[in-house]
C-alpha cells in the first residue's frame, strides 16, 4: 500500500501543528467560535448532539494493520472504547474533547493519517471497490488512481471552497461494490483496445435530491483522467448553485444544465486545459502504482478447505470472496453482530483486527461503504484458524448482503442533524430475521436505513430502504423498495405512508414475506420486486 | 418552562444551565424564562460553553423533561448503549426517551 514521502509527511504534520495553535487560541478566547468553526470542520472535528466528533479519513478504505492499531488505540484513550466505521470507508469517534483533537490529529499523524478534508465544502476522501488489487473481475487496481486523485485534490487551492461537498469513487470492476454512480463523480476503469481509460459519471448523488449519474464521457484514456476530472469540477465550481445550499450539489448542475450541455463545456474545459499540458507526468503514476504491485503470492497453495465443522462452512459461504490468486480467499468481517450496533466496534475488536491483518493479511485491511471490514490476502489454509479468532470476539457474524447486514447512519442516537433513530431499527429487524430463521431463506437483501433526508445511511440505494423522520416531534419510518447501489444502480421508490419503530419491522417482513411466495428461481428480493413492480408490495404491506 | 442547553467547550460534554452555573445533569436545568438567549450569549462569550440554546420542556417528579426528542436523547445519552448514559445503573430507559 502507499507510504508517505516527506512531502505528505511534511504536509500532514505542518496541519496538526496548525490546528494546535487553533485550538489553543480557541480555548485562550482569541478566536470565536464563527472563526473556529470552519477551522475545525476542516479537521473534520464536528459538533454533535452529545460532543464533539472527529472523521478520520481512510483512503479508498485501505489501512495497514498499524494504521488499525492506532485507531484502536485511539478509541481507548481519547474515546469511551469504541469507533464507528462509516458508508464512506471513513471511522468516527463520538466522544472527543477539543483539547484533545490536536493530540489525537498528531497520534495519526504518526501513522501516515489525518482528518483532512473529510468535512466541509471541498474534495472528501477518495472511495474505491473494497476488493481492490484482488478481485478477480478487475481490468486494473483502481487505487493508484485513487490515491492520485487523493494527493491531486488535498489543499487543491481552486477546490477548497466548492458551492458544496464533492465526492468521488473510483472502481474497476464491471461488479460495482462502491455505489459508484451515486457519487458526484464516478470513474470506472475500464480496457479499450488493450488501453486503460475511464468511463465518467457526474452527478450522482442521495441525500433529499438522489440521482444516478449520467455517463458525461464513455472514455478517457488513463494519462488524462485528472485533467478531466479537474475540467468537471471547474464547470461546476464556476456555476454550481451558491445561492441555494439545497440546489448547491453538482447533481443539480448536470440536471439543470441537461447533460449534453454540462458534456459541452467539461469539453471546452478540457481542450483549454490541455494546451496547458496539466496532467501529472506518467512517472508519478507508475511510482505510485508501484506501492501497489501483488505482494508476494505463495505459488502451489491448496484450494481445498476441511468443511467438516457447519459452523466455519456456512460463514465461508456467505463472508468468503473469491481471490483472483489460487489458494488465497477475500474474507469479509461482517461489523452487523444480530442485536448490535452497524459499524460499531471496540478498542479491542479494531485492534484484533489489526493484528489478524499481520498475522494472516500481509498486513492490510480494507473499510466498506456497506460498514464492514476485508481482509483482503487470506491464505484458504488459514481461513480456519482465523474464523476461530474472529468467532470468539464476537467478529463472525455469517451474514453479509443479508437482510441482516444492514447499513445505518448514526442517526438521532448521535447525531444533531437527524430527525429519528436509525440503530434501534436495525436491531430490531436483525433479531427479527435471525430469530425466525428468514433471513437465510431470503439470501441477498441489501437494507439501508437513515434518520433523516440527508441520506448517510443510503437508504435511496437499499434494495429495501428505510427513512426516518420527525412526524410532529414523533419518530416516524417511510419505507422504500427497489434502490440499488450496484452495477444495476436504481432509486428506491416510498410504498406509502410510513410507520412507527415497531410497524417499520412489520413492514419489512411483510414485503419479504410476499418475495418469498412469489420469487422465481434464482431470483433476489430486489428482481422479484422489479419483475412485479411496487402494487403487489403495496397490497401486501397496506392492504 | 424553557431550559438552556450548551456544549462545555473544551470537552464538548452536553451541559445544561442550573442557575448559577453549567451541569451536566437534566435534572438539575432550571426554567430561564425570558433570558435564555441573553444567559446562552453570555456564556458563550466568557468561553465556557458553545452553541448554547433554548428548549421547551415541561417539569416532571423526575425533572425537566424537554418536549422534543431530540434534547430528551441529548439529555439522557444514547438509547442504544445504556452503559454510556448518564443513569447507566438504569438500564434501558427507551421509554423515558420515546
Keep these: ?22 485550538v489553543s487560541r480557541r480555548l485562550e478566547g482569541k478566536l470565536t467560535e464563527e472563526q473556529f468553526r470552519p477551522l475545525r ?41 469504541y469507533g464507528h466505521f462509516t458508508t464512506r470507508q471513513n471511522i468516527q469517534y463520538n466522544w472527543i474533547k477539543l483539547s484533545d483533537a490536536p493530540d489525537i490529529l498528531a497520534d495519526l499523524a504518526s501513522v501516515e493519517m489525518h482528518a483532512i478534508q473529510t468535512s466541509g465544502n471541498c474534495i472528501r476522501n477518495i472511495s474505491s471497490d473494497q476488493y ?79 440521482m444516478v449519474a449520467p455517463e ?72 505510485i502504482a508501484a506501492y501497489f504491485a501483488d505482494p508476494a503470492y505463495e505459488g502451489g497453495l491448496p484450494d481445498a478447505l476441511d468443511r467438516s465443522d457447519p459452523d466455519f462452512a456456512l460463514w465461508v459461504d456467505r463472508n468468503v470472496a473469491t481471490h483472483k490468486q489460487p489458494g488465497y480467499a477475500i474474507v469479509n468481517i461482517s461489523l452487523k453482530p444480530i442485536g448490535g450496533i452497524p459499524g460499531d466496534a471496540s478498542a479491542d475488536q479494531i485492534e484484533l483486527m489489526a493484528d489478524l491483518a ?108 428505510i427513512l426516518g423522520v420527525d412526524r410532529k416531534g414523533t419518530e416516524n419510518y417511510q419505507l422504500l423498495l427497489g434502490g440499488s447501489g450496484a452495477e444495476d444502480c436504481s432509486l428506491g421508490t416510498i410504498t406509502g405512508p410510513g410507520f412507527d419503530e415497531n410497524g417499520i419491522v412489520d413492514a419489512v417482513e411483510k414485503a419479504t414475506d410476499l418475495y418469498l411466495r412469489e420469487r422465481a428461481e434464482g431470483e433476489r428480493f430486489l428482481d422479484t420486486y422489479r419483475r412485479l413492480g411496487m402494487a403487489p408490495f403495496k397490497e401486501a404491506i397496506y392492504g | 418552562m424553557k431550559i438552556l442547553t450548551a456544549n462545555d467547550l473544551a470537552t464538548g460534554d452536553v451541559v445544561w444551565w442550573a442557575g448559577d452555573g453549567w451541569s451536566r445533569l437534566l435534572a438539575q436545568a432550571v426554567d430561564t424564562a425570558s433570558e435564555g438567549d441573553a444567559i446562552g450569549k453570555r456564556e458563550e462569550a466568557a468561553r465556557h460553553v458553545v452553541s448554547a440554546y433554548v428548549v421547551d420542556a415541561e417539569m416532571t417528579a423526575d425533572g425537566p423533561r424537554p418536549a422534543h426528542i ?26 423515558w426517551v420515546i
Design chain 1, 1 to 22: 500500500m502507499y507510504q508517505y514521502d516527506n512531502y505528505d509527511q511534511a504536509m500532514v504534520d505542518a496541519r496538526v501543528a496548525e490546528f494546535r495553535d487553533q
Design chain 1, 41 to 81: 470542520l476542516m479537521n473534520g472535528l464536528y459538533l454533535q448532539l452529545h460532543a464533539y466528533m472527529l472523521r478520520v479519513a481512510v483512503p479508498y478504505g485501505t489501512l495497514s494493520g498499524r494504521q488499525m492499531r492506532m485507531l484502536g488505540h485511539i478509541a481507548r484513550k481519547y474515546d469511551r472504547g
Design chain 1, 132 to 210: 481492490a488489487g484482488v478481485a478477480a473481475d478487475e481490468v486494473a487496481d483502481p487505487r493508484p488512481w485513487a490515491e492520485l486523485m487523493r494527493q491531486w485534490s488535498s489543499f487543491h487551492p481552486e477546490f477548497s471552497y466548492l458551492p458544496r461537498k464533492f465526492k468521488i469513487a473510483v472502481i474497476a470492476s464491471p461488479e460495482d461494490r462502491a455505489a459508484m454512480r451515486l457519487h458526484d463523480i464516478g470513474l470506472e476503469l475500464v480496457k479499450r483496445d488493450g488501453v486503460i481509460g475511464a468511463r465518467v459519471f457526474v452527478g450522482g448523488g442521495m441525500g433529499r435530491t438522489p
Design chain 1, 216 to 287: 458525461v464521457n464513455p472514455f478517457v484514456t488513463e494519462d488524462e483522467i485528472i485533467a478531466y476530472v479537474e475540467a468537471c469540477l471547474r464547470v461546476y465550481n464556476r456555476y454550481g448553485r451558491r445561492d441555494n445550499k439545497y440546489k448547491a450539489r453538482i447533481k443539480i448542475l448536470v440536471h439543470e444544465l441537461g447533460v449534453e450541455e454540462y458534456r459541452r463545456q467539461v469539453a471546452e474545459e478540457f481542450a483549454h486545459m490541455k494546451a496547458l499540458g496539466l496532467n501529472p507526468p506518467r512517472e508519478e503514476l507508475a511510482r
Design chain 1, 358 to 465: 499481520e498475522r494472516y493479511s500481509m498486513d492490510e485491511l480494507r473499510v466498506t461503504h456497506a460498514q464492514n471490514i476485508v481482509l483482503p490476502y487470506v491464505r484458504k489454509a488459514e481461513l480456519y484458524a482465523l474464523w476461530q479468532e474472529l468467532h470468539a470476539a464476537g467478529l463472525g457474524e455469517p451474514n453479509l448482503d443479508l437482510v441482516t447486514d444492514i447499513i445505518a447512519c448514526p442517526g438521532l442516537d448521535y447525531c444533531s442533524l437527524a430527525n429519528a433513530r436509525s440503530i434501534p431499527v436495525a436491531q430490531k429487524i436483525a433479531q427479527r430475521f435471525a430469530g425466525n430463521g428468514k433471513d437465510a431463506h431470503i439470501g441477498e437483501l441489501k437494507l439501508k436505513i437513515s434518520g433523516c433526508i440527508n441520506a448517510c445511511g443510503h437508504h435511496h440505494a437499499g434494495h429495501i430502504g
Design chain 2, 70 to 95: 431530540k434534547e430528551r436523547i441529548r439529555g439522557l445519552g444514547p438509547t442504544v448503549r445504556p452503559d454510556l448514559t448518564l443513569k447507566p445503573e438504569a438500564g434501558d430507559l427507551t421509554a
